[in-house]
């Protein structure tokens, strides 16, 4: 079973919006004092990150996408993370993109980026 599960991508025009989602798998738990991110990978690039937010609540974003994207999350009662968001906003060409995200596991601590979903695809195109 895939631990997390990427929705929202598809194609948008260039300076639109889309909000990616990201949820867990039921057989998998990610702690609200983990991190979550997200990343990308571009035809013919390596993959890159993107944005993370930390268990206190920050917030951190490639200088690629600041002041453009926004990352949250929802919280559940039970002390974990609910799902993960990815508000893109003023999409630009270079935004198409494979986007994945990710999650820490906690085993004593925070093991970064344990778990990764399959991906959504975001494509930004006239």
């Known amino acids: 079973q895939v631990p997390l599960v990427e929705s929202g991508g598809g194609s948008v025009q260039p300076g639109g919006s889309l909000q990616l989602s990201c949820a867990a798998s039921?057989?998998?738990?990610?702690?609200?004092?983990?991190?979550m991110s997200w990343h990308r990978q571009a035809p013919g690039k390596e993959r890159e990150w993107v944005s993370t937010?930390?268990?206190?609540?920050?917030?951190?974003?490639?200088?690629s996408v600041k002041g453009r994207f926004a990352i949250t999350s929802s919280q559940s009662h039970d002390g974990a993370r609910g799902t993960l968001f990815l508000q893109m906003n003023d999409l630009q060409s270079e935004g198409t993109a494979v986007y994945y995200c990710s999650a820490d596991r906690l085993l004593g601590g925070c093991h970064k980026d344990y778990y990764w979903g399959q991906g959504t695809q975001v494509t930004v195109s006239s």
């Open positions: 937010i930390s268990g206190d609540g920050t917030t951190t974003y490639a200088d």
């Open positions: 039921d057989s998998v738990y990610i702690s609200q004092h983990c991190r």
